[in-house]
Nanobody
């Protein structure tokens, strides 16, 4: 598995912006699709956004479309999440995830956390109203 470490969380006011980063190590980064999930207190972990191995394809949950942008730099083994126009309902722990070729070949839906096989420790994002 690839080792993932998130950074960049914090406290921001409604309407503000935050940028998260996730540094990967231990495996060939470009072999992995990358994604971000989040989990709010008392709720299940939910899909936020994902990016293909080359960065040519992305997809996002409807709740964040137009506000959040995922990108990756394969030379730096890092995936990013730019979050703009933040809302209190965006408050959650944000997790970086990696999906290997084996996981992709399993055919599971990428929007399910069960389809991802490496996870970071998470970073807290709090949006105050």
């Amino acid at each position: 598995q690839v080792h993932l470490v998130e950074s960049g969380g914090g406290l921001v006011q409604t309407g503000g912006s935050l940028a998260l980063a996730c540094a990967a190590s231990g495996r060939t980064f470009s072999d992995y699709s990358m994604g971000w999930f989040r989990q709010a207190p008392g709720k299940e972990r939910e899909f936020v956004t994902a990016i293909s191995r080359t960065g040519s394809t992305t997809d996002s949950a409807d709740s964040v479309k137009g506000r959040f942008t995922i990108s990756r730099d394969n030379a730096k083994n890092t995936v990013y999440l730019q979050m703009n126009s933040l809302k209190p309902e965006d408050t959650a722990i944000y997790y970086c995830a990696a999906r290997s070729a084996a996981a992709r070949s399993g055919g599971g839906y990428y929007g399910s956390s069960l389809s991802w096989d490496s996870w970071g420790q998470g970073t807290q994002v709090t949006v105050s109203s």
